[in-house]
């Protein structure tokens, strides 16, 4: 079967990361990210348009320097479940912490969704990003990275074993026989772990899709290790063509060393496309809306997230980058630690770091039509991602793709032009999980054949 291309769209509303005059933007409602039509509309011009998934990014710790939409926005699995009633076929993939959750309510949360959607859900699972978290769940100090991505693993292992708590044919319903449920295809779970412990059964059963969908988005060593692992699904940073291809191949890598099909881990790049009726125009409209977010004291406040949330505006601005690596060990790491490294190696003043980091690189997919066409198909052809997932400023900004780039994805023969299936798993070409006990029965049963053959 030849590779397909998959598409996502991101919402962030009044403006996610960097996007700081977002709001501004009269297209924009001032209140997009607290309004369910808002995404309802993103979602199903998506789907007209054949898209794989809505993705839902969160987070659970603010100040007033956050991105606009993070400081008022709707919590992921409550906006989808409202969106799965106005939808039938896109997926729906909401980001949850394995940090700040438990393992169980997770699994409910998650399962109902699946059943709402009717097997279109999928779990974006992350460790938070925000130290400040801690906070707001009784801990005075944000876990560290092994702690929080030793529990990841744990978390996605114990849930997808509550996820099998009934056998896919447990609720007998027969009236005439007077069964319900059939108690030997009902199972407890009965986890004793490093960091969990959880009895089960789970009170839901398995949905159309058995299971939904496991997403990952971390990049550090521990991230990778995690999507390498569990993930069906991962939401990748982007970069250049070149760094893309470097993560897609270190995970596909790691993936096959654990006996993984490569297939079965779905890569979306993130990234933001700008498309213009010619090549000039698109590159317009890209540097304007760079001009439109360059508000330096966002910018500044925005630089202190992966410090865990650090007002830098405290600092001289044109005095040497301050020593702030240790902010980012639990929170940002990655991110942090990359940019410390440049400000030291290059001796830039904080007012320099702001403006390096944020410099203007206009999107790889910016140009006419047929340009951002051809640059998806060259990235995806070059194993630089196996989908995209992508971030409009507005809901017209996605229209125009729909009806411009889709098509054109399509003549190309890297993109459907019809679902495969109406469950996430079904489009993403991901296997059904078997319920681990009807696996254990069936090759008990082969064992209890050949014996007695
Ligand atoms: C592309 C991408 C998207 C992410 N989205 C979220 C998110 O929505 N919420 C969140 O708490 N963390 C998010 N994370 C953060 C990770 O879950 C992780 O907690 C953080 O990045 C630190 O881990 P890392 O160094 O492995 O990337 C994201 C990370 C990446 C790379």
Known sequence: ?????????????????????????PRVPKDASVDI???????QVAEQALFDALFIVDSQFINASYPSHYLNRLEPLTLLSAVATHTTHIGLVGTASSTYNSPFNLARRFASLDHISGGRAGWNVVTSFDTGTSKNYGLDEHLDYATRYGR?????QVIRGLWD???????VADVERNIFLDPARLHALNHVGEHFKVAGPLNIARSRQGQPVI???GVSEDGRNLAAHVAEGIYAPGGTLTEAQEYYHDIKRRAVALGRDPGHV?????????????DEEAAQLSHDSYEADNEFDRKLGFLGRAFGAYDFSQHDLDAPFPDVAHLAEKGGRTRGLELVRRAREEGLTLRQVVETVTEYHPSPFTGAPDTVAGAIADWFGAE????????????????RFAGDVVPLLQKRGIFRTAYEGDTLRANLG???PVNRYALERQAAERERAQASA
């Open 384 to 399: 630089a991602a196996d989908g995209l997932n992508l971030r409009f400023r507005t809901i017209e900004d996605l229209e």
């Open 165 to 171: 708590s009934y056998e896919d044919d447990a609720f």
């Open 266 to 278: 779905v890569i979306f790049t993130g990234a933001s496309p700008v498309v213009g009726g010619t």
């Open 152 to 156: 990841a693993m744990e978390a996605v």
């Open 37 to 43: 039509n808002y995404y309802i509309k993103t979602a």
């Open 430 to 432: 991901l296997p059904f």
């Open 215 to 217: 997403f990952q988005a």
């Open 1 to 25: 079967m030849s590779r397909k291309l998959h598409l996502a769209v991101a919402v962030y509303g009044v403006g996610g990361p960097g996007q700081h005059g977002l709001w501004k933007d």
